[in-house]
């Protein structure tokens, strides 16, 4: 599990791909302390699997699903990512639960800055916008951002200084692709609200009344 708090940016040093599978080798620091083979590790979101370790960096494997879903097969050497190590217990929680599996990707529309902050915005596919709520949580390229608007196509979050700093998402130009990660939690009440699909869901009990009853 990660929290979309990211720990650093991390430099790709090579992407070996066998059609729509292969290795990554990243640089990085921060992220190695403590960490040993068979580790998770985020990588753009991405929960990968550490296989090998070097004293500036660590190789993982990508898998034709990690390269259907995300951004990391059109990597290339020198490209910077952000970089998470699975959440220790009792560490704070100052983002919100993700867990690594990328439900897609998203187009960066526009970057426009207010005063201190950038406004990002992402087209994406409807299947996963339809689980993006206004001042919910979303998570791009790993990092965990409010939702600040909701629109028919698109979504929009506003960065703040820091994240701006520390991340890649300020980085990206007009064009870009982005992995997105829905908020878990919307993507349990779908399933369990999806009508028809067995005898055992309609029993559930669980309406969308019965989640209004609750604060849900």
């Not at 720990?7 to 790709?12: A, F």
């Not at 040993?36 to 004293?55: M, Q």
């Amino acid at each position: 599990m990660f929290t979309g708090i990211i720990e650093e940016m991390g430099k790709v040093q090579k992407i070996s791909l066998a059609g729509s599978s292969g290795q990554i080798e990243v640089q990085a620091h921060r992220v190695l302390a403590g960490t040993r083979i068979g580790d998770s590790i985020a990588v753009n979101g991405v929960c990968l699997t550490v296989t090998a370790i070097r004293p500036d960096g660590f190789t993982a494997d990508i898998m034709a699903e990690t390269y259907r879903r995300s951004n990391l097969g059109q990597g290339k050497a020198g490209d910077l990512v952000n970089l998470e190590r699975a959440m220790e217990a009792g560490r704070r929680f100052g983002g919100h639960i993700m867990s690594g599996h990328i439900d897609g990707t998203g187009v960066i529309q526009s970057c426009r800055r207010e005063e201190n902050a950038v406004w990002v915005t992402i087209q994406t596919k409807p299947e996963i916008l339809r689980l993006i709520v206004e001042k919910g949580s979303v998570g791009i390229d790993g990092i965990s951002l409010t939702v600040a608007a909701v629109g028919d196509t698109d979504f929009q979050v506003s960065v703040i200084p820091h994240t701006g700093e520390e991340t890649t998402l300020l980085k990206k130009r007009q064009g870009d692709l982005v992995n997105l990660e829905n908020d878990i939690v919307g993507k349990y009440v779908e399933k369990l609200l999806r009508p028809g699909k067995s005898d055992e869901a309609a029993e559930s009990g669980i309406t969308m009344d019965f989640l209004r009853e609750y604060g849900i």
